[in-house]
């Protein structure tokens, strides 16, 4: 019933381009807020950027304003995170999340019932 299936990942240089994609379930289209994680290795799973059910909304890290943007389209259903001018420290598994009925972002990785697999994004010269 629940889905979330995560693709554009890669190989990038530094000041590189990716534009990841998130697939949702239909369940969820215009009910949910959608959370974008990532998870670097050796530590812990952290926040990056969240989108409101229906967009009217979005949450950042300080840091990644500048480079990240996130959007959705509820009619395909998909979420995307853009990700510009790219960073040897972006380098990480990346995860959407949602919770089905929850209409506003958190931080909180606890905040969140349903994942999808990671997509891994590397930054490399």
């Known amino acids: 019933q629940f889905q979330f299936v995560e693709s554009g990942g890669g190989l990038v240089q530094p000041g590189g381009s990716l534009r990841l994609s998130c697939a949702v379930s239909?369940?969820?289209?215009?009910?949910?807020?959608v959370g974008w994680f990532r998870q670097a290795p050796g530590k812990e799973r952290e926040a990056v950027s969240c989108?409101?059910?229906?967009?009217?909304?979005?949450n950042y890290v300080d840091s990644l304003k500048t480079r990240f943007a996130i959007s959705r389209d509820n009619a395909e259903p998909t979420a995307y995170l853009q990700m510009d001018g790219l960073k040897l420290e972006d380098t990480a598994i990346y995860y959407c999340?949602?919770?089905?009925?929850?209409?506003?972002?958190?931080?909180?990785?606890?905040?969140?019932?349903?994942w999808g697999q990671g997509t891994q994004v590397t930054v490399s010269p």
């Open positions: 239909p369940a969820i289209l215009g009910y949910s807020a």
């Open positions: 999340a949602s919770t089905p009925g929850r209409r506003y972002c958190s931080g909180d990785v606890n905040g969140y019932v349903y």
């Open positions: 989108i409101s059910a229906t967009g009217e909304s979005t």
